[in-house]
């Protein structure tokens, strides 16, 4: 990529959501570097010799299950100093013969690039998912439960929390906790 700004949401769908496996295959040579890994909270790939073939047998799983892939970058944000790139991304993937209507689910993916030649390329993915987003990417009707759950602990956090300081524990002494008003 000479500008990866603003050519990474067409590269995004190259690799997960082309029309062959013959294009898929050389998105990936063709924009990441051949020891590039990948980290999802599902699986992971090494960076290391052979490293971008696994990657892409893990894309191409990825497309046996769903067939149809629905892929959007929402905003992208390059840190040309760390030259990375962060994705907000949002995809509707359904596993083949699920009974399940798909659901949208929401990521971060960051992506670490290298230059080579004055053109970036993919050494580094890591996927990151809310719970209920990963939960909407499997099995979608389990994300409201899982959202249930997570506002559940949220409340019950809070609770904990005024019980511990009935308690004494982590008081505030009756300031704002920001700076000491005392005079000096």
């Given at each position: 990529m000479q500008h990866p700004s603003s050519e990474v949401g067409a590269v995004v769908s190259l690799l997960t959501a082309a029309a062959a496996p013959e294009i898929q295959k050389a998105a990936f040579h063709r924009y990441l570097t051949a020891d590039a890994g990948f980290r999802h909270p599902l699986c992971k790939v090494a960076p290391g010799p052979g490293s971008r073939e696994r990657l892409l047998g893990i894309y191409q799983w990825y497309r046996i299950l769903s067939p149809h892939i629905d892929i959007s970058v929402k905003s992208v944000a390059h840190d040309t100093t760390a030259n990375m790139l962060l994705l907000?991304?949002?995809?509707?993937?359904?596993?083949?013969?699920?009974?399940?209507?798909?659901?949208?689910?929401?990521?971060?993916?960051?992506?670490?690039?290298?230059?080579?030649n004055g053109l970036h390329y993919i050494a580094f993915q890591e996927d990151f998912y809310h719970p209920d987003d990963l939960m909407s990417l499997i099995v979608p009707p389990l994300a409201p439960v899982i959202r249930a759950g997570l506002a559940l602990t949220g409340t019950?956090?809070?609770?904990?929390?005024?019980?511990?300081?009935?308690?004494?524990?982590?008081?505030?002494g009756g300031g704002d906790g920001l700076y000491d008003k005392r005079s000096t």
């Open positions: 907000d991304v949002v995809q509707i993937f359904h596993i083949r013969l699920s009974p399940f209507k798909p659901a949208p689910s929401r990521l971060l993916v960051r992506l670490t690039l290298r230059e080579e019950a956090s809070d609770v904990y929390a005024k019980i511990g300081q009935l308690l004494g524990f982590w008081t505030t």
